[in-house]
């Protein structure tokens, strides 16, 4: 049964001089990535392969979450998570491989917020906390299929929907 983690970047400075894909994290930024992987550790949420947007800000937020893994995964830059859409996100799903159980994606909005929607059947997705997928934000997504190329055409179940920025970090391992 696959899994996915579909991971929005933490908190970034407003602007870099550099330009919009080289915008870092706040130290706030940091102390919910840091969290966020703790969180994951402790409760079994890594995975095989890790996709990450080309931007600073995500791939700032999975070194920090990757610092907090005993065990490391795969990881690849995945240029189309900077601006993916919904349909891009199906694509690349698809693409993935069914030795893969457990899959992280951190990429932006609005993409992950419209690919999570559609993932996720609308019965299992009462009160829709996917309406807003704030900064930093983790949505684990089951899937009842066998392989990716089925779970990329929806009715996925939401397991999980946590905000990092609004969790005491007392909460999160208690």
Known sequence: ????????????????????????????????????GAYCHATGLVPELALVSPARRARDTLDAMLREFS???????????????????????ERISPSVKTLLIAGHNPGLAEFARFLVDSRESAGAPLRHFPAPCLALIHFPCGD???AAAGGGRLDLFMNFSCSPADDLLS
């Open 1 to 36: 049964m696959p899994r996915l983690l579909l991971i929005r970047h933490a908190e970034a400075m407003a602007r870099a001089p550099e330009g919009d894909l080289e915008r870092p994290l706040t130290e706030r930024g940091r102390a919910d990535a840091a969290r966020m």
């Open 71 to 93: 065990q490391k995964p795969a990881c690849e830059i995945e240029d189309l998570l900077y601006s993916a859409d919904a349909d891009e996100l199906r694509d690349l799903l």
């Open 148 to 150: 990716w190329t089925k």
